[in-house]
């Protein structure tokens, strides 16, 4: 469902300190200009409910991407409205097919595609964020120890995306079915996906990464 048009929202969008309007002038230097050394980017951040929270629990930095500029407004404003939010966020007016010209290759830790829109009618697949296009994009801009979390609460997204990354090469990491089944204190509930928790509809959840280095760690001592 699109969100209704907000006069206020293009006015606030071009003067909000938090929205980077030439993010491509920033590729390779988010992790300098944030002030840290692990880079998440949230794509289709909606809000922003996640993005803000999140960012309040760690020294990470986070960019938050929305292509509806109403959305993307209603994240700004919240955003600079919270005494408490942390500076090491940014907001992207603009749409995720731009992400190479955004970030350098291998700058993004962990990247996040949380609710993405499911996209339902078939013509309509390659829009969808974990179609085959995009993921061949997230080779080149996340790390080679980074990953990539999903949440939806669409199944046939997440059938259709588990097979998108597995035929792009990604390592299946994590997954659940039920992810909400038991509490996860580290991953933020935002109002959004209250909603489906309220009518006890399962939260699914999957971790990609490019290669399975699980025992990584061990074998460095």
Known sequence: ?????????????????????????????????LNCTSLHVELGCGKGDYLITMSKRSEDGWIGVEKDINVAAIAARKYMRDEQASTQVRLIHGDAQ?????????????????????????????????HAAFIAAYRRVVHERGEIQMKTDNA???????????????????????????????????????????LHQPIYRAVWRKYPYVNSDKKKR
């Not at 209704?4 to 390779?28: M, S």
């Not at 731009?98 to 078939?122: M, R, T, Y």
């Not at 997440?158 to 509490?183: A, M, N």
């Open 98 to 130: 731009q992400i190479c010209d955004w970030f350098a290759e291998g700058e993004i830790d962990v990247l996040h595609l949380n609710f993405s829109d499911p996209w339902p009618k078939k013509k309509a697949h390659t829009k969808r964020l974990s």
């Open 156 to 198: 046939q997204l997440f059938e259709f995306s588990i097979l998108q990354f597995q035929e792009g090469g990604w390592y299946l990491h994590d997954i659940s079915v039920d992810f909400r089944r038991t509490p996860h204190e580290e991953d933020a509930i935002t109002e959004y996906e209250q909603r489906f928790l309220s």
């Open 1 to 33: 469902m699109r969100m209704r048009k907000l006069p206020w929202a293009e006015a606030y969008i071009a003067q909000a300190p938090v929205v980077h309007h030439e993010p491509q002038r920033e590729q390779g230097k988010w992790k300098q200009l």
